[in-house]
């Protein structure tokens, strides 16, 4: 029994570990950015991506003929701008993936949002390493507090941590090991 709890304890840290590990900074749209020039396929771009809590997701823009606001599904499926959840409009917004769901945006200018400019940032819920209960509170992440400086914290985070995490990850192989043998 003790055992057992030992290991989920490890699995524990490890889906932490392993989430601050993978942090990462996504620039919608990369190159191009958030634009209407017809040249990016948002829906694509976003299905290309594997998105996680922690990661940071950027809108670059020109804000004189563009916006960010994120929205719920029917007020993105309907392309609705008259009650946005939050919005954004300084041009280079970074905003911090906090939950494992669907996050919705679009530009907010009349009819950009019909003619594509909308990306869904799913951060699948199915994760197998988020399947132990236990893992469940373990979802804050330090940067994930302070939007506007969270990017320079996401990758500051990957590094200490990403040799700790490979130390953890071999004494969780061992103890896992000794377990099974
Ligand atoms: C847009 O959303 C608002 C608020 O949810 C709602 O009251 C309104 O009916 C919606 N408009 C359309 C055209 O769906
Ligand atoms: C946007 O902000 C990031 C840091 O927050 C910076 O590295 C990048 O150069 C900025 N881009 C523009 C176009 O200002």
């Known amino acids: 029994m003790a055992l057992v709890k030992r290991a989920v304890a490890l699995l524990t840290a490890m889906t932490l570990m392993l989430e601050l590990i993978h942090a990462a900074v996504y620039k919608v749209g990369d190159s191009a950015g958030w634009t209407t020039s017809g040249t990016v396929d948002y829906k694509q771009w976003s299905a290309t991506k594997t998105f996680q809590v922690g990661d940071v997701i950027i809108f670059e ?6 916006n960010v606001m994120r929205v719920t599904h029917a007020m993105y499926r309907a392309c609705n701008t008259s009650a946005p959840l939050a919005t954004y409009t300084t041009g280079n917004d970074s905003i911090t993936i906090k939950t494992r769901r669907h996050h919705f945006f ?21 994760d197998q390493m988020a399947q132990t209960p236990s893992s469940v509170p373990s979802t804050p992440v330090p940067s994930a507090k302070v939007p506007g400086s969270s990017i320079s914290n996401a990758f500051s985070l990957k590094s200490p941590f990403g040799s700790i995490g490979l130390t953890v990850l071999a004494m969780f192989l061992i103890n896992l090991e000794a377990l099974l043998c």
Request: proline letters at 4%; one cysteine or more.
């Open 61 to 66: 823009y020109n804000a004189q003929f563009h």
């Open 106 to 126: 679009f530009c907010g200018v009349p009819g950009h949002c019909q003619i594509g400019q909308k990306v869904d940032i799913n951060v699948l819920q199915s």
